[in-house]
């Protein structure tokens, strides 16, 4: 399993590589500072950071310039006279790619998918998704479409770095004209915007925006362990401290982890607490060192995590991981909030059979991560696309998908009312909170650097060798963040 992982890691770099005709050298995405701000508009962190992200660039500028294809969509006309959509759609197949393939993440494309057949019944949905969370499996396949010119009508995409290297890679359309059609502008927070933007053209549409430094946990687990549910540990020595009382409860793995892209998610997590916002932000744009001893504290941190945990193999999928905590197995899991459409699922009761928390140690920091949705270059039915995309930018579209999904909607119009206590908690904290981004859902690292931090992490899991993890990660930031 693990090499097969491995393998599918290195081949999407190698192939991006190819495509960037370059040593996969490309720029990242620098996380936001730390922007707290007004409701809506802090989006994916405010700031000078956020919006460099999606900045300039030569390569940059190549990919958007280039291509007749993309001059269509770049260039032209007036508001709504090309992107107004014709009545019932465009007809024709569209071809959807995502990693939403099973379980509960499906049940939030399935959501999605109603309200484009309702719109536009002349198009057909063709769900292309391939399983595998955090696209495990979906971005080497895509990676290789791709390259063979054989793309989908629409792939899901990270807002932030990743996304810059399909720009880059002049895989994707503009759309500046259908946000122009459809007043996207104007709902979608400018931070979050910025980071779909080159070169002054937008290219993808936001589905949702995930959180990733949350701990879900087990009320009765922690309860029978003598620990309040309602109050986290304030660290991550804390959290330790919980974790010992758990396994005194008889309880021998105290925390569910599961495969690669999990360990790197819950690594990202405490080199937040360990370093705080600010210099968890700098390792992005080389202003935190990745040889920085606060550096070694977290990785020493995160090995002792490690000894509460299960044993994995690289391929486990994040649902094994929640479904040991509601089945009592673990009393913890760090995963993004799509974790609970699992719950849900299970017919867990909020605040009953489980609880949720930001990672202790960065109580009022939010680790963000966004999907969103893409025209790419050579797409069979471009129009039918543009239909798909107007269901994800519309209101009722991401009501109907973060509902179902765990996120929150990336529009700032969509009242939290009718969302469950989960959601209405986390758009209160997005609000409010410091942003920072993603390692492993590309927010702060394109893909290339992913899969050497995945690497990194996936031989630490055999080796438990701090010093040898903190040299990878030290290559790993060299070879791959901007110059
Ligand atoms: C993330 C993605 C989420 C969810 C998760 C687990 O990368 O952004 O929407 O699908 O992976 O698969």
């Given at each position: 399993?693990?090499r097969?992982?491995?393998?599918?890691s290195?081949?999407?770099?190698?192939?991006?590589?190819?495509?960037?005709?370059?040593?996969?050298?490309?720029?990242?995405?620098?996380?936001?500072?730390?922007?707290?701000s007004?409701?809506?508009?802090s989006?994916?962190?405010?700031?000078a950071?956020g919006?460099?992200?999606?900045g300039?660039?030569?390569?940059?500028?190549?990919?958007?310039?280039s291509?007749?294809?993309?001059?269509?969509a770049?260039?032209?006309s007036?508001a709504?006279?090309?992107d107004?959509g014709?009545?019932?759609?465009?007809g024709?197949?569209?071809?959807v790619?995502t990693?939403?393939?099973?379980?509960?993440?499906k049940?939030?494309l399935?959501?999605l998918v109603?309200?484009?057949?309702e719109?536009?019944?002349n198009d057909?949905?063709v769900?292309?998704?391939v399983a595998?969370?955090?696209?495990?499996?979906?971005?080497?396949?895509?990676?290789?479409?791709?390259?063979?010119?054989?793309?989908p009508?629409?792939f899901?995409?990270?807002a932030?770095?990743?996304?810059t290297?399909?720009?880059?890679?002049?895989?994707i359309?503009?759309?500046d004209d259908l946000y122009?059609?459809e007043?996207?502008?104007?709902?979608?927070p400018?931070d979050l915007?910025?980071?779909?933007?080159?070169d002054?053209?937008?290219?993808?549409?936001?589905?949702?925006?995930?959180?990733?430094n949350v701990?879900?946990?087990?009320?009765a687990v922690l309860?029978?362990?003598?620990?309040d549910?309602?109050a986290?540990?304030?660290?991550?020595?804390?959290?330790?401290?919980?974790?010992?009382?758990?396994k005194?409860s008889?309880?021998s793995?105290p925390l569910?982890?599961a495969?690669t892209?999990?360990?790197?998610?819950?690594?990202?997590?405490?080199?937040?607490?360990?370093?705080?916002?600010?210099g968890?932000?700098?390792?992005?744009?080389?202003k935190?060192?990745?040889?920085?001893?606060?550096v070694?504290?977290?990785l020493n941190?995160?090995k002792t995590?490690?000894t509460?945990?299960n044993?994995t193999?690289d391929?486990d999928?994040w649902?094994?991981?929640?479904?040991?905590?509601?089945d009592?197995k673990?009393?913890?899991n760090?995963m993004?909030d799509?974790?609970?459409a699992?719950?849900n699922?299970k017919?867990?009761?909020?605040?009953v059979?489980?609880?949720?928390?930001a990672v202790?140690?960065?109580?009022?920091?939010?680790d963000?991560?966004?999907?969103?949705f893409?025209?790419?270059?050579g797409?069979?039915?471009?129009e039918?696309t543009k239909?798909?995309?107007r269901?994800?930018?519309?209101?009722?579209?991401q009501?109907?998908?973060?509902l179902?999904?765990g996120?929150?909607?990336?529009?700032?119009?969509?009242?939290?009312?009718?969302?469950?206590?989960?959601?209405?908690?986390?758009m209160?904290?997005f609000?409010?909170?410091t942003?920072v981004?993603s390692?492993?859902h590309?927010?702060?690292?394109?893909l290339s650097?992913?899969?050497d931090i995945?690497n990194?992490v996936?031989?630490?899991?055999?080796?438990?060798?701090?010093a040898?993890?903190?040299t990878a990660?030290?290559?790993?930031?060299?070879?791959?963040?901007?110059?």
């Open positions: 399993m693990r097969t992982l491995l393998i599918a290195l081949a999407v770099a190698s192939m991006l590589a190819a495509a960037c005709g370059s040593s996969g050298s490309a720029s990242t995405t620098p996380a936001p500072t730390s922007g707290t007004a409701a809506g508009t989006a994916a962190g405010s700031s950071a919006t460099s992200a999606a300039s660039s030569a390569a940059g500028s190549s990919a958007a310039g291509s007749a294809a993309g001059s269509s770049a260039g032209s007036a709504g006279t090309s107004a014709k009545p019932g759609g465009a024709g197949d569209v071809g790619f990693w939403w393939a099973d379980g509960s993440e049940q939030g399935d959501a109603k309200i484009f057949g719109n536009y019944p057909k949905f769900n292309l998704a595998g969370g955090a696209g495990s499996n979906a971005k080497a396949k895509l990676a290789s479409d791709l390259q063979a010119g054989n793309p009508d629409s899901q995409g990270h932030g770095a990743e996304l290297d399909y720009i880059k890679n002049g895989q359309e503009p759309l122009k059609a007043g996207w502008d104007a709902v979608f400018k915007l910025s980071r779909l933007t080159m002054g053209h937008i290219y993808s549409v936001p589905s949702n925006i995930h959180r990733a701990v879900w946990a087990n009320n309860t029978k362990a003598g620990l549910p309602k986290p540990a304030k660290d991550i020595k804390g959290w330790i401290a919980d974790m010992d009382k758990i005194a008889g309880v793995t569910a982890i495969g892209w999990t360990q790197v998610e819950l690594l990202e997590t405490v080199l937040i607490s360990d370093l705080g916002a600010d968890y932000n700098g390792l992005f744009d080389g935190t060192k990745w040889d920085d001893a606060k070694t504290t977290a941190d995160y995590l490690l509460y945990a044993t193999a391929g999928d649902p094994g991981a929640i479904d040991a905590v509601i009592g673990s009393a913890y760090v993004g799509w974790a609970v699992e719950f699922s017919n867990q009761k909020d605040g059979d489980y609880s949720y928390f202790p140690g960065q109580d009022g920091v939010y963000f991560l966004a999907d969103s893409t025209l790419p270059k797409a069979k039915n471009p039918g239909d798909w995309l269901t994800i930018g519309s209101a009722e579209g009501k109907a998908f973060n179902a999904k996120s929150i909607p990336a529009r700032t119009d969509v009242a939290s009312d009718g969302f469950p206590p989960y959601q209405q908690w986390a209160d904290q609000k409010k909170d942003i981004s390692i492993a590309g927010a702060a690292v394109n650097w992913n899969t995945s990194a996936s031989q630490f899991y055999g080796s438990r060798d701090v040898g993890l903190q990660l030290v290559q790993a930031a060299q070879s791959n963040m901007a110059g």
